[in-house]
């Protein structure tokens, strides 16, 4: 194999990523993140299932309207209607769309699922690719469930499809099922057997159920497989997909045995990671490797004492290199418009003047109350002013009283649909107080799944940082709010779901 193999990178944070539970996102949302993908450099960004919803189909026409570089890819199903649409959306791309259609391949899906013979399934590949080909060369074809497909099969269907015009051939572990040596010779095997392999590219997109999707991936590649799929924090339905951070950082720092290139721009693995969180409220683990809190963080003496001896005792990649920028320049209430535009800049954040003032309003009552503002509170800034629109329901003020005397209540007011409504309500602790003040208001009835508070630097004066996961008929949402009182944090962060599962609705043309 050559050593400049080059492997694309090809993102799904928009589509398979936004499959995970209460990950759903709004255009807004979306083209936030797109635009993080396209400063990050990835080749390809798969924007949506575009015959999904009216709310998909614009995600995927945005997006491939939009962005300028990457190629805009958008899933379909192996039928007319379903590639008819994909396109419809993606054609705004132009010569960068490209078309992703799928169908299962294994036994059990075959019989189970589609209860179509292999024969069939076959047929209605080609005939899907052929349809697709027709629109445009970028033909991307996925054989769901690869990994428990018959090898001979398999093969079979790669070369078919190939023959029909697909110019890329992705091996999906739908069911994150596969383990490296396993991936290695799936992709060996077709290779060898597959007599027009040569004319598409080889991609793999690994589900992460075992724990191996970058494994698996790392693997593939290793196997001559030439595309990635992934997604940034390698969020994902169920286990969530292969973790671009971690696979892009695996190729850079170990390109000693695996000698290939890549276009992703790693110092914006960071911002990318920290956005999507921002926006999605899904919390990186700490230890999560490349992008978690305490990737970089040496806590053990011996460790420490290594590091400032010699970097590379223990650190085998630079928190540079993915954009983490320890030495943090700290704002506090006597710094200035410049000063704060310059850090929000370098954070990554490509805010109008609008936004910036919103921000540096919020910024100099925070900077009143808290001497020293540290990125990730004007991450916390940045999400609650910014990011987190359109607001259907807005809180406008409130009061609460607790303690170990009277009953807790908590006096609430929302702006809903422009009309300001208030109450008060009693609770069993002020939270309970808070957020059934805000149900009663709104009448909305979500069932509360999960509560965290957390700060989000140290300190009493620190923002608190709440996120709540809520179930709204049958769908969850995760809603976040930061506030330098860790009750309206939890007011906000239970509002910011609500508008989420409102925004949803709205998408899918739902009438709550
Ligand atoms: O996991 C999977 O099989 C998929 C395909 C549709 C590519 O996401
Ligand atoms: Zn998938």
């Known amino acids: 194999m050559s050593t400049t193999q080059k492997i694309k990178i090809f993102d799904t944070t928009l589509r398979d990523g936004e499959q995970s539970p209460g990950a759903s996102m709004n255009m807004e949302e979306k083209l936030?993140?797109?635009?993080?993908?396209?400063?990050?450099?990835v080749d390809i960004i798969e924007a949506g299932f575009p015959i999904a919803s009216e709310g998909d189909f614009e995600a995927v026409r945005r997006v491939a309207q939009t962005i300028k570089g990457p190629e805009i890819a958008g899933l379909c199903r192996a039928n007319f209607n379903d590639i008819d649409r994909a396109w419809d959306a993606l054609k705004f791309a132009g010569e960068r769309g490209r078309i992703h259609t799928f169908i299962a391949t294994s036994d059990i899906h075959m019989e189970r699922k589609l209860k179509m013979p292999p024969a069939k399934v076959l047929e209605t590949a080609v005939k899907a690719v052929k349809h697709a080909a027709a629109y445009t060369p970028n033909v991307e074809f996925s054989c769901e469930d690869a990994v428990r497909t018959r090898l001979e099969f398999l093969a079979e269907m790669v070369a078919a499809v190939i023959d029909a015009g697909a110019t890329t051939v992705n091996i999906p572990d739908t069911v994150g099922y596969a383990i490296p040596f396993e991936f290695y010779n799936i992709i060996s095997y077709l290779r060898e057997n597959v007599p027009n392999i040569g004319k598409a590219?080889?991609?793999?997109?690994?589900?992460?159920?075992?724990?191996?999707?970058?494994?698996?991936?790392?693997?593939a590649i290793q196997a001559g497989a030439g595309q990635v799929e992934c997604t940034i924090n390698g969020i994902g339905e169920r286990a969530g997909n292969c973790s671009l951070e971690e696979v892009v950082m695996a190729l850079r720092t170990r390109k000693d045995i695996m000698p290939y290139e890549n276009n992703v721009r790693t110092e914006h693995i960071y911002g990318a990671s920290r956005l999507l969180s921002t926006i999605t409220g899904i919390v990186v683990q700490p230890n999560k490797a490349v992008v978690g809190a305490n990737a970089f963080a040496h806590e053990a003496g011996i460790h420490q004492h290594g590091v400032l001896m010699d970097k590379e005792t223990y650190e085998i990649m630079t928190p540079e290199s993915i954009g983490l920028n320890t030495n943090k320049l700290v704002l506090g209430k006597h710094s200035g418009r410049h000063a704060f535009i310059a850090r929000l800049q370098e954070l990554g954040y490509d805010l109008t003047k609008d936004d910036i003032e919103k921000a540096f309003v919020r910024f100099k009552a925070l900077a009143d109350k808290k001497k020293e503002i540290f990125d990730e509170d004007l991450d916390a800034i940045v999400a609650d002013e910014i990011i987190r629109i359109p607001e259907t329901i807005k809180l406008l003020q409130m009061n609460v009283s607790s303690g170990s005397f009277a009953a807790p209540t908590a006096t609430v007011e929302l702006e809903i649909k422009g009309k300001i409504k208030k109450t008060a309500v009693m609770g069993d602790g002020p939270v309970d107080a808070t957020f059934k003040a805000i149900k009663k208001l709104t009448r909305m009835k979500p069932t509360l799944i999960n509560f965290s508070v957390g700060s989000i630097t140290g300190g009493t004066d620190a923002l608190g940082e709440c996120t709540v996961r809520l179930d709204l008929d049958g769908h969850e949402v995760l809603g976040q709010g930061a506030h330098s009182d860790i009750i309206v944090a939890s007011a906000k962060a239970f509002i910011n779901a609500l508008n989420k599962a409102l925004n949803a609705a709205q998408r899918k043309q739902v009438h709550l």
């Open 32 to 41: 936030r993140i797109a635009h993080q993908l396209e400063k990050l450099n």
């Open 201 to 219: 590219v080889l991609s793999v997109h690994c589900h992460n159920d075992l724990g191996l999707a970058v494994a698996n991936s790392l693997a």
